[in-house]
Every structure is written in structure tokens, then in C-alpha cells.
């Protein structure tokens, strides 16, 4: 996401966001003039993962592992309810929320979300990016970062669904 984002789209099990997803390659919405025509096969050449539909509990560890495998700097965007926050899928089987496995920067509801939303996120959080510092500290305030978004906050301190 320097110059160019490069996505690797993961986790895509729901055939309804991988539709929306393709929609963003079609001339209408036309993701190349955002630089990401290319979709990665290789988590080492992207650097925004996209999360979309369920993450089941068997397949928790091997996102975290592709996301390890990720070059510095990165970013993950959940892509719908499913995503976000496990769905209607209130299992022991599935994940409640990818937020629990990867740390995710961006958050985009909906079921699935339109492609206007998808490019709004992608935009948003290319602004993001552009205003992360670099430098020789980076690295340790990411690996601070990610300790702190995947530490889960009791039950006790939360408020109804809002903290």
C-alpha cells in the first residue's frame, strides 16, 4: 500500500462477497486506478489482506500464519458481518470475529457489502496508511500494537455490546 496495494484476498468462503469482490475489477468501479489489479497468490507480495466470510476455528491458526508470512508494513480490512464478528454463526466452530486471530485496521459491515463500500474502505484506509510514520521505531510500535489489539478485554469491563 506504499505506492501500489497489492491485496491477497483470504478466508473468502462466502460466494456472495467473492461476487462483490470480483465486481471491483469490472470497469464500473475499475480498481486499477488504485493500483490493485493484481490479486496476490503469495501473502509475501501483498500487503493488505482482506477477510472475507466466516473464519472457522480450524482455519484461525492458518490465517494467522499467512498473515505472519505478510511483509512489513501490512494491513487486513474485514470484509462483512461474517468477517467482523462471526455472523449469525454463534458456534463453537467459528471465530467471532477475525479481530481474535489477526490484528484488522479497517472494519466493513454488511452482508455482503456493496463494491462502493469495499472502495470507500480501501480509500479510507490507503489515508491511513499514508499517514502512518516510518522509520527505525516502526517495527517495535507494531508488534506493540498487535500485542495490544489481540489482549481481550474482560467481560466485566464491558458495557452492554459498547465498551
Known amino acids: 500500500m506504499h505506492d501500489k496495494v497489492q491485496a491477497t484476498p483470504l478466508g473468502a468462503n462466502r460466494l456472495a462477497q467473492i461476487r462483490e469482490m470480483e465486481a471491483e475489477g469490472l470497469p464500473k468501479y475499475d480498481l486499477a486506478r488504485f493500483g490493485m489489479e493484481v490479486f496476490r497468490a ?14 472457522s476455528q480450524k482455519m484461525a491458526p492458518v490465517l494467522r500464519q499467512i498473515y505472519d508470512q505478510m511483509a512489513e508494513p501490512k494491513w487486513v480490512l ?13 458456534n463453537y466452530a467459528i471465530v467471532q470475529g477475525v479481530d481474535h486471530v489477526v490484528p484488522v485496521d479497517m472494519y466493513l459491515p454488511g452482508c455482503p457489502p456493496r463494491p462502493e463500500m469495499l472502495i470507500d474502505a480501501i480509500l479510507k484506509l490507503h489515508d491511513k ?14 508488534r506493540e500494537m498487535e500485542a495490544e489489539g489481540l489482549v481481550a478485554v474482560p467481560t466485566g469491563d464491558m458495557r452492554g455490546m459498547l465498551r
Open 129 to 142: 496508511v499514508q499517514a502512518t510514520p516510518l522509520g527505525a521505531n516502526r517495527l517495535a510500535q507494531i
Open 78 to 90: 474485514a470484509m462483512g458481518v461474517c468477517a467482523s464478528s462471526g455472523g449469525m454463526f454463534n
Open 42 to 55: 503469495s501473502p509475501r507480495q501483498a500487503d493488505l489482506m482482506i477477510v472475507a466470510g466466516r473464519v
